[in-house]
């Protein structure tokens, strides 16, 4: 007689519920006959994190479906106790104190595997048919595990994906000193900025027509900043242009469509106070 075997996701659940140190996340109800996700967030990021090596509530939950757990509604005291979040989940064979009837939980089977139970097994295949379906068995096992990477790595890309979105941003920086802009390019590199230099005014033209930037940061005399500003508001108005240059102009920078002047020579202090207005709404990482 073959022993009976619980199934590991079925019987790790179990064990997390036992475990009194879980209950801030996940707990019995009252009766033993269910249990409840008391904090859905928290149990993801604990719980799921420790116990599945993944943070994805909705592969736990299809995971519970797979072994005919059922959702049910919360009672009005349930919600008053812990609030609309809370999970409910529930199987008649997965009950407080009853560890021993944890092993008649199975998977649900597929229409084509239930048909299969009509027939009656041939004595001279019923070995074969035994080691078929512990073969199944593991293809599924298998099956589960490849979805969680899956979802995991799906979960990976989409964090990725948004820190790429809210931290980096593009600036163009030109000076007729080029020693400057490598300067300028050293104090930006470890603000998390993607920084494009350009060393002459023919290609910055170019690229100002084909490539949008946060901001752009310019230097050079006062008939190159002319031409560079008449060139640039002619069809962008809004993108940021901090000039770096002396304070000995006979015009008013602002006039032309320069955002921020820093005169130089100028410090590291008066450039960061500058520069961080443009870069701090999207420069910061989330709490």
């Known amino acids: 007689m073959q022993p009976k075997e619980t199934k590991e996701f079925v019987k790790k659940l179990y064990d997390i519920l036992e475990d009194v140190n879980n209950k ?7 009766t033993g006959h269910s249990f409840i996700i008391v904090n859905p967030q928290g149990f993801a990021d604990v719980i799921l994190q420790s116990f599945f090596r993944h943070k994805n509530l909705s592969s736990f939950i299809r995971q519970l479906n797979k072994y005919d757990f059922h959702k049910i509604k919360s009672s009005k005291f349930l919600i008053s106790q812990y609030g609309k979040q809370v999970l409910e989940f529930e199987h008649m064979y997965f009950q407080r104190g009853k560890r021993n009837q944890l092993y008649k939980i199975k998977r649900k089977s597929s229409s084509h595997e239930a048909a299969s139970k009509d027939f009656e097994l041939l004595p001279g295949i019923e070995s074969y048919k035994l080691f078929q379906g512990h073969i199944i068995e593991n293809i599924k096992d298998l099956s589960e595990k490849f979805s969680l990477l899956v979802d995991n790595i799906n979960e990976i890309k989409n964090k990725l994906f948004k820190e790429e979105k809210v931290f980096y941003m593009s600036v163009i920086v030109f000076d007729e000193d080029t020693s400057m802009s490598i300067h300028i390019y050293n104090l930006l590199k ?32 006062s008939i190159l900043l002319k031409e560079v500003m008449r060139f640039i508001r002619r069809f962008d108005f809004m993108t940021p242009v901090i000039y770096l240059g002396y304070d000995n102009l006979d015009f008013d920078v602002y006039s032309i469509g320069v955002t921020d002047f820093i005169k130089k020579p100028f410090t590291l202090a008066e450039f960061y106070h500058v520069v961080a207005k443009y870069m701090s709404h999207k420069n910061e990482p989330h709490k």
Do not use: A, H, Q
């Open 24 to 30: 801030d996340f996940i707990v019995w109800n009252m």
């Open 190 to 221: 470890n603000k998390k900025i993607n920084i494009m230099i350009i060393e002459n005014k023919n290609n910055l033209f170019s690229v100002l027509k084909s490539i949008k930037f946060d901001f752009i940061v310019l230097g050079g005399n």
